[in-house]
T-cell receptor, first 113, second 110 residues
Framework: DGGITQSPKYLFRKEGQNVTLSCEQN?????MYWYRQDPGQGLRLIYY???????QKGDIAEGYSVSREKKESFPLTVTSAQKNPTAFYLC????????????FGDGTRLSIL | GEDVEQSLFLSVREGDSSVINCTYT??????LYWYKQEPGAGLQLLTY?????DMKQDQRLTVLLNKKDKHLSLRIADTQTGDSAIYFC??????????FGKGTMLLVSP
């Protein structure tokens, strides 16, 4: 089945550690996005990529890094510089060439031990 | 930048219609969306409307857009308990980056 897979579903991090969240899609979408969701809040854009080997900062990029080495993969690293990393992280993708809307994965919940 | 506002909570009885409202600030937004989020899950795209349309209907869902007032609504007919979820309104230019509201929690009671 085609879709967007985020793994793991739950992730725990010790303070001071970097952690990487996986996002893979087999929809042949060119654009991919990372959002952060906090309780009672809407989604806020962290980073996005419209083409392989290129990405742009969103509204809250500080303390995060990404890479886009392959079209189907857009991993997000939460670095130790992110002081409040506990949140629900959502990955999305879309086919920008045919002007389609974004579709989302099932999310990863990150907690600090 | 764009700002999207929506009411935080709506409670209805099963079988009634639900209307969730949303306002946005940027008149250049070309697409407006409704997404549904169930507990612990990602967002499911319900429907979207292009800014040159006034209304879009898809089975039990009706979207109304008042571009002059920058007001969007989602009507769910014959609301069921399975419709209980958080509903997000979002706006974008050309489907690119989305600006989300904080979500409306819909509670449907039997």
């Amino acid at each position: 089945d085609g879709g967007i897979t985020q793994s793991p579903k739950y992730l725990f991090r010790k303070e001071g550690q970097n952690v990487t969240l996986s996002c893979e899609q087999n929809l042949n979408h060119d654009a991919m996005y990372w959002y952060r969701q906090d309780p009672g809040q809407g989604l806020r854009l962290i980073y996005y990529s419209q083409i392989v080997n290129d990405f742009q900062k969103g509204d809250i990029a500080e303390g995060y890094s990404v890479s886009r080495e392959k079209k189907e993969s857009f991993p997000l690293t939460v670095t130790s510089a992110q002081k409040n990393p506990t949140a629900f992280y959502l990955c999305a993708s879309r086919d920008s060439l045919s002007n389609q809307p974004q579709h989302f994965g099932d999310g990863t919940r990150l907690s600090i031990l | 930048g764009e700002d999207v506002e929506q009411s935080l909570f709506l409670s209805v009885r099963e079988g009634d219609s639900s209307v969730i409202n949303c306002t946005y600030t940027d008149s250049s937004s070309t697409y407006l969306y409704w997404y549904k989020q169930e507990p612990g899950a990602g967002l499911q795209l319900l429907t979207y409307i292009f800014s040159n349309m006034d209304m879009k209907q898809d089975q039990r869902l009706t979207v109304l857009l008042n571009k002059k007032d920058k007001h969007l609504s989602l009507r769910i007919a014959d609301t069921q308990t399975g419709d209980s979820a958080i509903y997000f309104c979002a706006a974008s230019l050309r489907h690119s980056t989305l600006t989300f509201g904080k979500g409306t929690m819909l509670l449907v009671s039997p």
